[in-house]
Structures are given as C-alpha cells and as structure tokens.
C-alpha cells in the first residue's frame, strides 16, 4: 500500500515554463488536496477535490490548474512558472468526500525552484 | 484575514520538559481542529486532534486543551524526547461538505538533550 505519491519529488523550472505536478492515492479516498508550504507562511491550500470531475479552489489558486479525471489521480499544472511558485508542495488524500474533517495522508513533497 | 493563529513561531524546550504550542481561530463555525507533526523532508502527519464537545483530548504524551469561549487550542507536548523535535502545525475546519483544512503558519519544537 504506497499512499500518497508524488511525483517528481524535486524540479528546477526557468520563468515561463510550464509543468504537471503528479498526485496519485491508491487508497480509494475521495478527497484530494493540493498544499504549497513556504517559510513562516504554513501551508496554503491551492486547489481540492471532492470527487472525480469536481474542484474548487483554495486560498491560493492562481497560476495552477487541476482536473480530476480519476478518483486515483489529483494532478497540479502550472500554467507559466514565476518565481513566486517556487516552494514545496504536497499532496493530500482523505477518504471521504467531507475531507476537512478527515485524517489527512499526506505525500512526502515536491520541490520546485523556478529561476 | 488570517483564520488560525499558530504561536510561537519556534520553541526551545529541555529534554524531559512541557512543550506548549497555543493556537486562536476566528470563525466559530470550526468544528474540527487537529494537529500535525511534520519532519524534515516529510510531509506532515495527523498527530492529535479534537473536536469542541470535549475539553482536553490525550493520546500518549501529547494533549490537546481546547477553550470554546476562548476560540482557543493546545497542544501540550508531556517529557518532551528529541524525537519530538519537529514542525507543529494545528489546523481548524467546518463540517461542512467540501470545505478544506486551514492551517496556522507552524511551531518548529527543538527539544534539546
């Protein structure tokens, strides 16, 4: 039983670029999360997923896009890297729909540097 | 508008000692209000966590006091180890459907020998 995988686990990105960070639960857990944590500002919710084919948006959406065609599946594009992006960012998994109120998995982070 | 206030920022604390990390939130629709503990290059972990019908959860050495009137939570770390050197992170949410976690800004405890 993996959990949570992310991959890839660092990436350096130029100004511009654009790339797809990957999530994937093999918990059956209908809840999916994407973090970003930077220092001294904690972690900040980007995008979540109550289900397959439905998002929403966290405190922080801007510049990333998510879809989720699978319920194994929680994929985070960035559209156009900036600096301002690079940080860690973790996915998240609970098993039901009521997320919030859930023991949250957690993936081990993606590092990303945009120059 | 900040929704979880974390203090303090960082936290010295002696082997064997009481660790203490406080946290305030606003919206007194929260009803959900776990704590994570997070390693260096880990993501974070459920640690503990408490919902406002009880006053003081425990699990181990680790305890959670919880102030409704207040909007105020703890987290008390009992004969602090240095494996318990970490980041702390305690959170707040609503029941209701769809809605997410939010998390304060983070305690780093060095617990020192």
């Known amino acids: 039983n993996a959990g949570v995988t992310q991959t890839p686990k660092f990436q350096v990105l130029k100004t511009g670029q654009s790339m797809t960070l990957q999530c994937a639960q093999d918990m059956n857990h209908e809840y999916m999360s994407w973090y970003r944590q930077d220092p001294g500002m904690g972690l900040r919710l980007i995008h979540y997923?109550?289900?397959?084919?439905?998002?929403d948006q966290g405190e922080v959406p801007n510049g990333y896009n998510v879809s989720r065609s699978t319920t194994e599946d929680f994929p985070l594009r960035l559209l156009s890297a900036a600096p301002s992006q690079t940080s860690v960012y973790f996915c998240?998994?609970?098993?039901?729909?009521?997320?919030?109120?859930?023991?949250?998995?957690f993936g081990s982070g993606t590092q990303l540097s945009v120059l | 508008q900040q929704q979880v206030k974390q203090s303090p920022q960082s936290l010295i604390v002696q082997k064997g000692g009481i660790s203490i990390i406080n946290c305030a939130y606003e919206?007194?629709?929260?009803?959900?209000f776990p704590w994570y503990q997070q390693f260096p290059g880990k993501g974070p972990a459920l640690l503990i966590a408490?919902?406002?019908?009880?006053s003081e959860k425990k699990e181990g050495r680790f305890t959670i006091s919880f102030n409704k009137s207040a909007k105020q939570f703890s987290l008390h770390i009992m004969d602090s180890q240095p494996g318990d050197s970490a980041t702390y992170f305690c959170a707040a949410s609503t029941w209701q459907a769809g809605t997410a976690l939010i998390f304060g800004k983070g305690t780093t405890l060095s617990v020192s020998s």
């Open positions: 408490i919902r406002p019908d009880v």
């Open positions: 919206n007194t629709a929260f009803d959900y």
């Open positions: 998240a998994s609970s098993l039901s729909w009521t997320g919030a109120n859930e023991k949250l998995f």
């Open positions: 997923s109550v289900g397959a084919g439905i998002t």
